[in-house]
C-alpha cells in the first residue's frame, strides 16, 4: 500500500500563485513516475505534469510556461508551483504515483486538494 499526504491547495485570485506538496509512504516502487491530475466539475481528469525519477518532466499544454514541477527522491515527494493562476485552474488536484509491470502500468492516487482560483 502506498499512502500520500497532500497539501497546499485553496483559494487564490486570477494571477496569483500556490504551491502543492505530495509526499509518499508506504511500499514504494524503486522507479516510478510522480506527477499532478487535475479534475474540474463535469469534466475528466487529466494530466497536468509529472515528472520521472530521473526528472524528465512532461506538461499539459494549458499550464506550460505557468508551472513548474519537481521533486525530491530522498523524500518521496513531488511539488507543483503555480503561478499566474487562471479561473480555468480550478480543480480538484491529485498527486499521482505511477510504474509499470509485466501486465502494464500500475496507478497510486492521492486524496486530492482543491485549488479554486476566483476573485
Not at 499512502?3 to 487564490?12: A, I, P, R
Not at 487535475?38 to 525519477?53: H, N, S, Y
Request: glycine share 10%.
Amino acid at each position: 500500500q502506498v499512502q500520500f499526504v497532500e497539501s497546499g491547495g485553496g483559494l487564490v485570485q486570477p494571477g496569483g500563485s500556490l504551491r502543492l506538496s505530495c509526499a509518499a509512504s508506504g511500499r514504494l516502487p524503486s522507479i516510478a513516475t510522480m506527477g499532478w491530475y487535475r479534475q474540474a466539475p463535469g469534466k475528466q481528469r487529466e494530466l497536468v505534469a509529472e515528472i520521472t525519477i530521473g526528472g524528465n518532466t512532461n506538461y499539459a499544454d494549458s499550464v506550460k510556461d505557468r508551472f513548474t514541477i519537481s521533486r525530491d527522491n530522498a523524500k518521496n515527494a513531488v511539488y507543483l508551483q503555480m503561478d499566474s493562476l487562471k479561473p480555468e485552474d480550478t480543480a480538484v488536484y491529485y498527486c499521482n504515483l505511477n510504474y509499470y509491470v509485466a501486465y502494464g502500468r500500475h496507478d497510486y492516487w492521492g486524496q486530492g486538494t482543491q485549488v479554486t482560483v476566483s476573485s
